[in-house]
């Protein structure tokens, strides 16, 4: 079926001294070739003849090529041999079966050099020229499945064993098709499950969200990692992040139960057995002047499937249309937070969109930079 069953080609040193050789079987050019009898000959006879008899001459010094390239196991022969019958092709000769082999030896020479997608595509060539080429149809089927093209292989096997029932080659590869494909579906179904069970949690927590009437949207600042978690009783705990505009500082309240009150957090923090605040020099955060605000409508909230994929570190490209509006029904605006309320209460308000997690802005009562951070002459958004 094949040239050669042989596919051990290995590198070795060239074939050379090409003295005592005619001219049609040197393996490399020697010096002062155009000098050589032979090889004038040949030119002065390549000249004269037609695209059919070169490309004849072409075929055969692709052959020789070949031969000599097999038995010494001469990687270089072996694509002067794939150059010899490219050059008969390009003769565009009107033999058929003479471009029928060109094609057929190329793909050969391919398979044994690893070049599957040239094998196949000269395969497939050759099988425009002659679709009952079952050399053809072996080599494309071959170097199809070294692709992993497998339906492009299933056809050439199914083309061929229709010409062929018994061919033992074609079978073969049929066998290692149908393993090739067990093998794909078998891992992808493997990745399919672990990315279902990696997911799972994200799903899991997805669904409390949801159930428990939360809205997100994508972050307003860096979250990294932060995410809520639901304890053995069923209660939301949430990673809450505080922002202080007037100097940069923030805080980061890492469990914050959906039931504990605002003020109970505040009382912690600002009360009088709090520690001093470094950055607070003129003592106006104090608990009595802390007021805490949040964004309404902060973005356009997540549908269920994008929360799960935020949850599990993957969110949503974002949408300039999507974000805080400063006009219209849905606007964004500052909403002072009632101290006295849960955490659930206060995320639980009809324009409150959480943004990545509970995100609120810290600002101290009766001051001139909350007077002009609410008068939004300090644009945040």
């Given at each position: 079926m094949s040239d050669s069953d042989s596919e051990d080609i290995t590198p070795s040193q060239p074939v050379n001294?090409?003295?005592?050789?005619?001219?049609?079987?040197?393996?490399?050019m020697p010096d002062n070739a155009e000098e050589h009898p032979d090889y004038i000959a040949m030119k002065a006879l390549e000249e004269e003849s037609t695209p059919e008899e070169r490309a004849e001459n072409f075929k055969q010094q692709g052959n020789n090529k070949l031969r000599v390239g097999l038995k010494s196991k001469n990687r270089l022969l072996l694509r002067e041999a794939v150059e010899a019958y490219t050059k008969g092709l390009a003769l565009k000769c009107s033999d058929t079966q003479l471009n029928l082999a060109l094609h057929n030896n190329r793909a050969h020479v391919h398979s044994l050099l690893g070049n599957w997608r040239s094998a196949l595509q000269d395969s497939l060539a050759a099988l425009q020229l002659e679709p009952a080429s079952i050399k053809a149809v072996f080599r494309g089927a071959r170097a199809a499945l070294k692709l992993g093209q497998w339906d492009v292989c299933g056809q050439l096997l199914q083309q061929g064993l229709a010409l062929e029932p018994e061919a033992a080659e074609l079978l073969q590869i049929q066998q290692e098709l149908a393993a090739s494909r067990k093998q794909h579906e078998d891992q992808q179904a493997a990745q399919a499950a672990a990315r279902e069970a990696a997911l799972a949690p994200s799903r899991k927590l997805a669904a409390a969200i949801v159930l428990k009437g939360y809205r997100l949207t994508l972050p307003e600042v860096h979250v990294g990692s932060k995410q809520p978690y639901v304890d053995k009783q069923g209660a939301l705990h949430w990673p809450v992040m505080l922002l202080y505009p007037e100097t940069g500082q923030q805080d980061v309240i890492e469990d914050w139960h959906e039931e504990d009150l605002v003020a109970e957090h505040l009382d912690v923090m600002f009360g009088p057995d709090a520690p001093s605040?470094?950055?607070?020099?003129?003592?106006?955060?104090?608990?009595?002047r802390v007021q805490l605000y949040y964004l309404s409508n902060?973005?356009?909230p997540l549908e269920q499937d994008q929360l799960v994929g935020a949850l599990h570190g993957k969110w949503p490209e974002r949408d300039p249309q999507a974000g805080p509006k400063r006009y219209g029904s849905s606007s964004s605006h500052w909403v002072p937070v009632d101290e006295s309320l849960s955490l659930r209460q206060v995320l639980l308000a009809p324009d409150h969109v959480i943004p990545?997690?509970?995100?609120?802005?810290v600002l101290a009562r009766d001051t001139q930079y909350q007077a002009?951070?609410?008068?939004e002459e300090l644009r945040r958004f």
């Open positions: 001294d090409n003295a005592d050789l005619p001219a049609l079987f040197w393996d490399s605040i470094d950055w607070d020099t003129a003592g106006e955060y104090s608990r009595q902060a973005g356009q990545g997690v509970p995100l609120f802005w002009r951070f609410l008068a």
